[in-house]
């Protein structure tokens, strides 16, 4: 990483507070470029507070835009931080604002009527959820690590099936960030009176996402991208990782928006901006990347971008390898790739996975932590069964979504059937490369649930995630097929009995990348990771050990698996202003081999904001627990609020929820 103290133009940065229509105020942090003439401005808008949250963040990439002559803002989501207001559900409903907030800078006399957006995750999906609904000065978007369908491309659901291994935790969290107090120091004497109306308004997002276990109004109403990709009007540089959950959204958009207005742009990352360098890695300039982008989108100037293929992707070797050769695709689906069918061979299989099948599977959001990447697939492949394929003495090139077609029978009305692509080396190690889900009562389509009729055999398809890899010579194509994937995925009732697999008329399709019809390599992105200086934020040294990322622990004497997740570093950071900011979280997922009723999680977290100079002093619990029975969820989710030693907030929710689908 180079740190850059030099730019084109000196910077200067205030806050303000932006009005909407209601009357509700946002928070804002704007930098920008100190010339007297107008220009562009570029948003960012997030709930997870700029002046704490994503303090440290923010200093290294706004700056850095704003002395290339740019006014980039960034903007707390409504009833987060120090803005207005009780959060709303997500992207989709912070959309509206974040449109208004767009007309309101492009109205600014130090802008120029131009307006860019950006974001990685929730704020990346806001920016295409923005984007959609065509504000006029939107002409340009970055979206990094972003979804365009909340149901079958987020933490709620995978395949029709409940994703346990998110759910929870992102239950929690949500909680926990809707819960926090704003910060005395930038709103004043009002930041009680507005942390009790919050609060107040407090409802677990977890009754609603569990509410809808089907692709219902809801979720068509927030996956609206990709309901509708005609509606996006801006133009889009679409980023994503290969080891990231949303890496499809690529070639979704790639694929449907119109090849003038559109890149997109994968590589070997986590659920990271690709200039951190988290591993697998490697950093690349991603800031000069996408002033290219705002340069010839916002600017009018010639930075190539138009020649720029709609796609380079890179195609990542097994681990240790890095980086793998860049594709330039001209399209997508790109010319270049052929669908290559691998029929599966062999006699009928009964597939019963034990219920732990999936501990291995790695973080769902890996942000690059030492366990976050899933580990040697061995000890998962013996749970499952496998088929395998010789990558020949010339090795296979894979890029876009493998597919498998299985046929299946039951004698059980659920279950779900997970497919593991893997590249198994001589040695006999080997690595997952992608997988897929699919809940059997979805195989007629997400939106309704079909039960199976027992001891009938079916022929079903579906999708695996997008995948760019190189199988070496002498290396093996390994498809393995379970019928659990815990905590991945919640255990349908009865789905102890898995299903038998039938190898005749069951294929794995490869979408296969012919160096020879194309350019083989290329077209990846070029020049070293920078960002203007660091903030400043220290974390005191402590002679705690830290907890293990993921912990596996095994009661052999009640054949019951404890998954243990500590996500994030934990730990205090003192910000410049003297704020001390201390989060803490635990994740917990327990199941019993032979019993899917057995499925339980609990996800903790705690953050602490502190002031000791102004003997500011206040903590946010947040509790969310699942577990089930064959017709219902069950569910408990507790808030704890406390200002010093007073508890000021403490509330339960206890709800039953159908098992409509999940």
Excluded at 24 to 32: I, S
Excluded at 349 to 371: C, E, N, Q, Y
Excluded at 546 to 567: C, I, M, Q, S, T
Aim: charged share 25%; with cysteine; net charge negative.
């Amino acid at each position: 990483m180079r740190i850059r103290t030099s730019f084109p133009y000196e910077t200067t940065h205030d806050d303000l507070r932006i009005p909407l229509s209601d009357g509700t105020l946002l928070y804002a942090r704007v930098w920008r470029p100190v010339t007297a003439a107008p220009v562009p401005a570029l948003l960012e808008h997030l709930p997870f507070r700029l002046t704490d949250a994503t303090a440290a963040r923010d200093a290294q990439r706004h700056p850095w835009y704003a002395g290339h002559g740019y006014a980039s803002v960034r903007v707390d989501a409504r009833g987060h931080g120090n803005s207005g207001g009780v959060p709303g559900d997500g992207p989709s409903a912070d959309a509206a604002d974040a449109a208004e907030v767009v007309e309101w800078l492009a109205a600014r006399p130090w802008c120029d009527g131009g307006v860019g957006m950006i974001g990685i995750s929730w704020g990346g999906s806001l920016a295409l959820r923005t984007a959609a609904l065509a504000p006029g000065p939107l002409k340009a978007v970055v979206s990094v690590c972003a979804t365009d369908d909340h149901y079958d491309n987020d933490g709620q659901y995978a395949g029709g099936s409940v994703q346990a291994a998110d759910l929870p935790h992102w239950a929690a969290r949500s909680l926990a960030l809707a819960a926090r107090p704003p910060d005395p120091r930038y709103l004043g004497d009002g930041w009680r009176d507005l942390w009790q109306y919050r609060l107040d308004a407090l409802e677990p997002p977890l009754h609603t996402w569990l509410g809808h276990q089907l692709r219902d109004g809801y979720w068509r109403a927030a996956g609206a991208v990709r309901e509708d990709y005609g509606a996006i009007r801006a133009a889009v540089l679409a980023v994503g990782g290969l080891h990231d959950p949303y890496r499809d959204t690529v070639l979704r958009l790639v694929e449907h928006l119109p090849a003038a207005r559109v890149r997109g742009l994968l590589g070997p990352w986590p659920h990271e901006y690709p200039d951190r360098g988290r591993p697998p890695g490697p950093a690349i300039g991603f800031l000069q990347e996408t002033l290219r982008w705002w340069d010839h989108w916002l600017k009018g100037r010639d930075t190539g971008v138009s020649a720029d293929p709609p796609l380079r992707a890179c195609l990542t070797p097994s681990r240790g390898s890095l980086p793998g050769p860049w594709t330039a695709e001209p399209a997508w689906p790109s010319p270049h790739i052929t669908p290559v069918v691998y029929a599966l061979q062999g006699a009928p299989a009964a597939v019963r996975s034990p219920m732990h099948t999936g501990v291995d599977a790695g973080a769902f959001l890996p942000r690059g932590g030492d366990a976050d990447l899933p580990p040697d697939q061995r000890a998962e492949d013996g749970r499952s069964v496998c088929f395998e394929f010789p990558a020949g003495g010339s090795g296979i090139r894979v890029l876009g979504r493998p597919r498998v077609r299985l046929r299946l029978r039951c004698e059980v009305e659920r279950g779900q059937v997970i497919a593991r692509l893997c590249d198994v080396a001589p040695d006999g190690s080997s690595v997952l490369v992608t997988r897929g889900v699919l809940n059997l009562c979805a195989r007629a389509g997400r939106d309704r649930a079909v039960p199976w009729p027992p001891g009938t055999t079916e022929e079903v398809a579906f999708e695996l995630g997008a995948a760019g890899h190189v199988f070496a010579p002498g290396h093996r194509v390994r498809l393995a097929v379970s019928s659990a994937y815990w905590p991945w995925v919640w255990p349908q009732p009865g789905s102890e009995a898995g299903f038998v697999l039938d190898p005749a008329g069951s294929a794995l399709e490869l979408p296969v990348r012919e160096p020879e019809r194309g350019p083989g390599s290329g077209g990846g992105p070029e020049g070293e990771a920078e960002q203007a200086g660091p903030l400043g934020v220290v974390s005191p040294v402590t002679l705690d050990e830290p907890r293990p990322g993921r912990l596996v622990v095994r009661d052999v004497a009640r054949g019951e698996w404890r998954l243990e997740v500590a996500p994030g570093p934990g730990g205090t950071e003192v910000h410049p202003d003297g704020l001390e900011v201390t989060e803490e979280a635990l994740e917990s997922y327990t199941i019993r081999d032979s019993d899917a009723l057995s499925a339980r999680t609990r996800s903790d977290r705690t953050i602490r904001l502190h002031r000791p100079d102004a003997a500011w002093d206040t903590r946010v619990r947040a509790r969310s627990e699942i577990t089930c029975t064959a017709t219902e969820f069950l569910t408990v989710n507790e808030v704890i609020c406390t200002l010093g030693r007073e508890v000021i907030f403490h509330r339960t929710w206890e709800r039953r929820i159908p098992r409509t689908a999940g």
